[in-house]
């Protein structure tokens, strides 16, 4: 995933600048550059980014006074040739501030502050659906792998978990316990006894689901409903 950016300046040079040392970072993708706040304005109402190179000092409105006006901050990184408004910049939250002329060794500097930023809030942030977990059977931990089970049955206060390339797990816990367990995009329950995994079934007939292994399992009329949206009856 690219970080999408624009860049404003009233300097036509500086703006090159900003173009060929932006073309040295592939998961940087400058859209469009703007010699005039204005229409760098109207374009981030329009379409929002994810970075805005900015300069403080132009002529119709000031870099600050640009970004204050913003209800959709991006990151900003703010380009000017005076130091004296690098204290207004940081008061923005601002990512970083580039004294002109800019380097290449202080815009890679930059780039990786923005990238690790980007990363945080894009995608570290993001919870991560979880690949296994863990039953207690035969006296220890057992970690059962999402993508090896095949279906799960209740037996009254017991589970026995069907793997795909194991023998089945017995642990003592409810059904509906592990149900919490597992991603609902990944398994249903079918029956009062039986959680499935989708990608096992290869058929569906009436009530009932039929799975690649063989295993022919009921569908209770409780969860029918789900069983249609699956077959788009």
Known sequence: MKIKAIAIDDEPLALELIRNYAAQFPALQLLQTFDDALSGAEFLRCRPVDLLFIDINMPDITGIDLV???????????????????????????????????????????????????????????????????VYAEYKQVRIWLDEVEYIESLEDYIRIHLVNARPVLTLMPLKKVLEKLPHDRFRRIHRSYIVAVRSICAIAYRKVLLHSGATLPVSSTYADGIREWSGK
């Not at 209800?71 to 005076?82: G, R």
């Not at 690098?86 to 500097?109: C, N, Q, T, V, W």
């Open 68 to 134: 204050r006006s913003l209800d959709e901050k991006p990151m900003v990184i703010f380009t000017t040739a005076h130091k004296r408004f690098a204290h207004e910049g940081f008061e923005l939250e601002a990512l970083d501030y580039l004294l002109k002329p800019i380097s290449m060794e202080r815009f890679s500097r930059t780039m990786q502050k923005t990238m690790a930023q980007y990363h945080y809030k894009h995608v570290a942030a993001v919870p991560r659906e979880p690949e296994s977990f863990f």
